[in-house]
Nanobody
Framework: QVQLVESGGGLVQPGGSLRLSCAAS????????MGWYRQAPGKQRELVAT???????NYAESVKGRFAISRDNAKNAVYLQMNSLKPEDTAVYYC???????????????WGQGTQVTVSS
């Protein structure tokens, strides 16, 4: 079994900051990319940021310069530092890992349960 657990969401005022954390655990053989996605009410889930095992990053245009993704390979963890938050950043944020479990022949996508981020005054 593989599990991704997120933490760090909450309510913050516009211009504020939050840091999301996600840890993967279980029968993990290897992790390729990890990342964060978000889904606002009435909208499709969208990519926020991804990071490979070697540290290469990719960001949505809407968050470039404000958000920073990082990763701790030893802990199977990924983080998202969110600064200068805007009301339009309000969404449920989901952690994603593209990993291979011990019992699997190849990697698959795994998702966390989601954490709510609300940006409002």
């Amino acid at each position: 079994q593989v599990q991704l657990v997120e933490s760090g969401g909450g309510l913050v005022q516009p211009g504020g900051s939050l840091r999301l954390s996600c840890a993967a655990s279980g029968s993990i053989a290897s992790i390729n990319a990890m990342g964060w996605y978000r889904q606002a009410p009435g909208k499709q889930r969208e990519l926020v940021a991804t990071i490979t095992g070697s540290g290469s990053t990719n960001y949505a245009e809407s968050v470039k310069g404000r958000f920073a993704i990082s990763r701790d390979n030893a802990k199977n963890a990924v983080y998202l530092q969110m600064n200068s938050l805007k009301p339009e950043d309000t969404a449920v944020y989901y952690c994603n890992a593209y990993l291979r479990a011990f019992w699997a022949l190849g990697p698959s996508d795994y998702w966390g349960q989601g954490t709510q981020v609300t940006v409002s005054s």
